[in-house]
C-alpha cells in the first residue's frame, strides 16, 4: 500500500472556510450565465469520489438544461408548495409565503441525482439498507462543496413529487430520487444561511446536540 497524500495547516483552513461559508442557492440569487462543461466537469468528479457503501457508487444523475423538462418539474413544486402551506401557520405561514425556495427556472443547470440499487448484496449493506442511500447523499455534499469552492451555487430543491420526477426524466423504476439541485453563478453568498437571517429557525448550540458514550439515562421515578 503507497502512503497517501499529507495535506497542511493552508489545505485544512481552506476546506474549514468552504465548510463554514456553503449556503444554499435560491432562484432569486442565480444568474443565467452557463456554467462551463469543465466546471461541471469538477462537480461530477467531486460526486464519483465520494466514499460509498461496499464501494457500489450507487449513483446516477441527470443533467437537465431543456426549459421544457424545467418546467414540468416546476409545475410539480407548485403542486407540493401549495400542499405544505397549510402546515404551517400564523407567522410562519404568512414567512413561508415569501420565501423563494427553488431555482428551477432561474439555474442554468438542474441536475437529479438518483440512488440506483446494486441488485446484490453490497458489503456493508446487509444490516443497514439506507446506507446506500446515505452513500448518495455523500455524493451530493462532496458535489456541494466543491460547487462552493468554484464560486458556484447549489440550490437543494425537496419540495418535489419524487415519483412525478422520475416519470418526468423517464428513470428507471428501481431508481429513487434523492436531490434535485440547481446550480450555477450567483450574484453572491449570503455570510449566514439565509433561513437563519431570516430567523426562520436558530442554530442549534454544540452542546445541545453531542454526547459522551451515549444518551444520558432518564433519572429514576421517584415516587
Not at 62 to 89: C, G, H, M, W, Y
Not at 99 to 122: C, D, Q, T
Not at 148 to 162: C, K, M
Request: glycine share 6%; net charge neutral; aromatic share 8%.
Amino acid at each position: 500500500m503507497t502512503a497517501g497524500k499529507h495535506f497542511d495547516e493552508a489545505a485544512v483552513s481552506i476546506l474549514q472556510d468552504i465548510i463554514l461559508h456553503r449556503r444554499d442557492v435560491r432562484g432569486n440569487r442565480f444568474l443565467s450565465t452557463p456554467l462551463e462543461d469543465q466546471v461541471v466537469d469538477q462537480l461530477l468528479s467531486a460526486a464519483l469520489h465520494a466514499p460509498s457503501v461496499g464501494f457500489s457508487q450507487p449513483w446516477e444523475f441527470v443533467l437537465i438544461r431543456d426549459t421544457t423538462v424545467k418546467q414540468r418539474i416546476k409545475a410539480s413544486f407548485n403542486e407540493e408548495n401549495e400542499k405544505a402551506l397549510p402546515s404551517f401557520s400564523g407567522e410562519k405561514q404568512t414567512d413561508y409565503v415569501k420565501l423563494k425556495l427553488e431555482g428551477i427556472m432561474e439555474a442554468p443547470l438542474n441536475i437529479a441525482v438518483f440512488y440506483k440499487p446494486a441488485g446484490k448484496p453490497v458489503l456493508g449493506q446487509t444490516s443497514m439498507e439506507e446506507a446506500g442511500l446515505y452513500s448518495v447523499v455523500c455524493a451530493v455534499q462532496n458535489m456541494w462543496l466543491m460547487a462552493r469552492a468554484l464560486n458556484v451555487g447549489i440550490g437543494w430543491v425537496s419540495i418535489l413529487d419524487a415519483e412525478k420526477v422520475k416519470r418526468i426524466l423517464h428513470a428507471p423504476p428501481e431508481n429513487r430520487l434523492v436531490a434535485y439541485l440547481c446550480a450555477g453563478y450567483t450574484d453572491g453568498f449570503y455570510t449566514q444561511p439565509e433561513l437563519e437571517l431570516l430567523q426562520w429557525e436558530k442554530r442549534k448550540m454544540k452542546e445541545a446536540v453531542i454526547f459522551k458514550d451515549g444518551y444520558t439515562p432518564a433519572l429514576p421515578v421517584i415516587p
